[in-house]
């Protein structure tokens, strides 16, 4: 995946994103055993979460999220699913704004019911108010002890599944803690129940199978059981004992739709995902293993072809993507990974066509229109700049908390000889990417450059004067 920032980009996840991060690593470390637990432990503190950005994977993200949210009645409240880069299945909920899916959950699941399943179970919390009342319990305990009670939990899940009492954990810390654990404990597995209940409900509301659901539990729940090693953060965060996948299943089976399936239309476009995941975020052998040449179908055939351009030879990925197009001669994807590959194999100004194409396809899609700013900017040509302005800042509209948009806006000025403009613009780019001190330092030339009083100099007034870093810059 383009982890250098391009279509696919990643970047560095908020602090209270890492917090959990951390947590969640100490939790499975401590289930999996010493072995793991340096391992896993350091990766999460110093790597971060890498977020995936990708227009084809958020759009059909929303089509399987909107409905379910709309029949909870949260459809006003603007929900954004965030695709983090892990490999691991997880899924969760963490501020009431945003649904946080693993590329690792994408990928394992069969089905588009089965991630809606999965939506619809994490918008029960979200409904529920759940996280706030975590984090309200969670706020009456110490830092460390916090550490303790996650790392309890973890062993106490993993006791209770492998047939154990689940006091291993309990046993493992002091008395007045593993009290609170087991409260907290119970917390959780209300929580969760509730959560099922409301899952199954916003499924039926929307004339939804809930079998995806009770599959990938399923699913989940057995690989704990066979493999003690690892354990998937998502069953962490949500206990999974038999009694509640058995209560869940009894109670999706009364839904009227339960044998109903995803359309055809919608399989083909999961499929999709899952090979463009691959081909981004595998090895060439496994790709190649995953969907051999004998494969035909327009998934494997899109796997292979991104995987020859992040791997191999440039001419031979863009034979590969010209017989995509050929198939499906409207998608907008296909035009997209096409100019992104040329634009990374050093051609932009022959990345400009297929670009343009993939932003009038794909209509207002502002990822897109980033990377078609991008190539114009790469090309050179000053006549081009006045384009990629255009663009970016129809661009950034939709998508205020870019840094990548800012930086190639003041990329885009600074072509036409506009610094003013291009000081105002690497200022966001700075602000956005949470570097305040740039920031300041840049609007404040800005300002000097820019009328006393314009709106551009009144947003550089702005940024000079911010008195703590935007704490929602990275993660948006
Ligand atoms: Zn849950």
Redesign the pocket.
Known sequence: MSLSGTTIRTRRGAPAARAIALLTAIAVGAAAGPSTIPARAQDAATRGLPVIRDAEIEQLLRDYAQPILRAAGLAKQNVRVVVLGDRSFNA?VMDGRHIFVNAGALFDAKTPNEIIGVFA??T??LAGG?LQRLREQLASAQTASIIALMAGIGMAVAGARSGGSGNVGAAAIMAPQAAIMRSLLAYVRT??DQ??HAGVKFLNATGQSPRGMVDLFKRLSNEVLFNSRYIDPYMQ??PMPADRVAALETLARSSPYWDRKDSPELQLRHDLMRAKLSGFLERPESVANRYPLGDHSLPARYARAISTYRHGDLRQALTQIDGLIQVEPNNPYFYELKGQALLEGGKPAEAVAPLRQAVALAHGTPLIEILLAQALNATNNPKLAEEAVGLLRTAISREPESPEAYSQLAMAYGRKGDLANADLSSAQAAFTRGDIKTARQLATRAKTRLPIGSPAWVRADDIVNVKTPNSNAGIQ
């Open positions: 969760f179970h994490e029960g919390h759940h929580q969760e959560a099922d965060s949500h």
